[in-house]
């Protein structure tokens, strides 16, 4: 039966709603493991009410957090969450990477009766507690279920359906995420060192060029340097490292010429562009660079996407939030559902968060911090977050 090959289960709910009842049935009839959060939290702490009233909701929940955080990266097959497993932010983030998100609901009639002669905190506020997170379950749901009736043929019904998209507009950065902005700086410096007769060697100069623009443009995206100073304080540090004299004006247009030229890819990125698309998202590169540049340089990648946003163009550059205000109105989606793809932590990633999208970290070495809601080392594990 196909509900045997699908990615692993996460279970959400009120209390009551059948989560636990229903991954040992449907592991029981499909194989499988099972990760109760609540059952482990009680298991390493002791009665989930007598540590509700010892050390409050607060450190609960915290403790609650990282339990969803271990049962995303376990290999069970089906994870059951507390009720208020929602309330947090990362655990629900990392059970959406892992797993597709079973919403349990039934009639409040049905749970009252179920958790009647229960201990468990916050009982006596059932009603009130479920209309605060209905948004919340609904909004990381991939498919709801009334437990009410059979639970384990509900979810079989649901599940001979594919998942819907979480997202239906995805903002991909360019530079190393799309483009190879390496091979381009390398093969771009090189030729201009030889182009002007600079008295450096041509890799020291690649070298120290590269830490020299990662710095100014992040110092531009703070807001430290304007546009127009970007050019000259890229070419004075670069004299000062190198100990030679450069003239910045004849220096930035031949690197800007020589930059316009380079059209290198990443490896796979038109296939990801290509698979986005035919899963019915619609895809758009950001990118943080100058017009004259960036049209030519995004060129290869105009076939695979529906349009391209340009810093320069918009006035503004990321993170800044009128930068994406500009993208997400004129793409026509609510933000919600929209998410930000890039390697960015300081740009595309800090920029998503402030203004309320989702973000996913591409990171194909691994080991950046980040405050994005996903990390993904291959484009194929974003597909799998799609």
């Not at 998942?163 to 950065?173: I, W």
């Not at 030729?191 to 100014?216: N, P, S």
């Amino acid at each position: 039966m196909e509900v045997l090959t699908r990615r692993r289960l996460a279970l959400i709910g009120p209390m009551g709603s059948g989560k636990s009842s229903l991954a040992r049935r449907y592991t029981a009839k499909y194989g499988g493991t099972v990760f109760d959060t609540d059952a482990e939290f009680t298991r390493r702490n002791g009665d989930i009410s007598a540590f509700f009233a010892r050390n409050g909701e607060e450190e609960f929940r915290k403790a609650e957090q990282r339990l969803l955080v271990e049962a995303a990266q376990s290999d069970a097959s089906v994870i059951s969450t507390g009720g208020g497993a929602v309330l947090g932010r990362k655990g629900m983030y990392a059970l959406r990477a892992a797993c597709d998100v079973v919403y349990l609901t039934a009639p409040t009639a049905v749970l009252e009766k179920r958790i009647k002669s229960s201990d468990r905190p916050l009982k006596n506020s059932l009603v009130q507690t479920i209309s605060d997170r209905a948004p919340l379950y609904e909004k990381y749901a991939d498919y709801t279920i009334d437990t009410s009736v059979d639970s384990v043929r509900e979810l079989e019904r649901a599940l001979e359906k594919p998942r819907r998209n979480r997202y239906d507009v995805v903002l991909c950065d360019a530079d190393d995420t799309l483009l190879d902005f390496k091979k381009a700086c390398a093969v771009s410096v090189a030729a201009v060192v030889k182009k002007l007769g600079l008295e450096c060697d041509a890799d020291v100069a690649v070298k120290a060029f590269r830490a020299i623009t990662c710095d100014v443009w992040h110092r531009l995206e703070r807001g430290e340097l304007t546009r127009e100073m970007l050019g000259a304080e890229r070419v004075r540090l670069l004299s000062e490292r190198l100990k030679i004299r450069i003239d910045a004006q004849k220096f930035d247009t031949a690197y800007a010429d020589e930059m316009r030229k380079t059209r290198y890819l990443r490896d796979g990125a038109t296939d990801f562009l290509t698979r986005l698309r035919s899963r019915g998202a619609r895809v758009y590169v950001i990118t943080n660079s100058f017009k004259r540049i960036a049209e030519e340089r995004t060129k290869p990648l105009a076939p695979y996407v529906d349009g391209t946003f340009v810093s320069e163009d918009i006035g503004a550059y990321k993170p800044d939030g009128a930068f994406f205000d500009a993208v997400v109105k004129a793409v026509g989606c609510d933000k919600r559902r929209v998410v930000v793809f890039g390697d960015g932590e300081t740009s595309d990633i800090a920029g998503g968060v402030s203004f309320g999208l989702d973000t996913c970290l591409y990171d194909p070495v691994g080991g950046k911090e980040t405050a994005a809601d996903y990390r993904v080392r291959e484009y194929s594990e974003f597909l799998d977050i799609l």
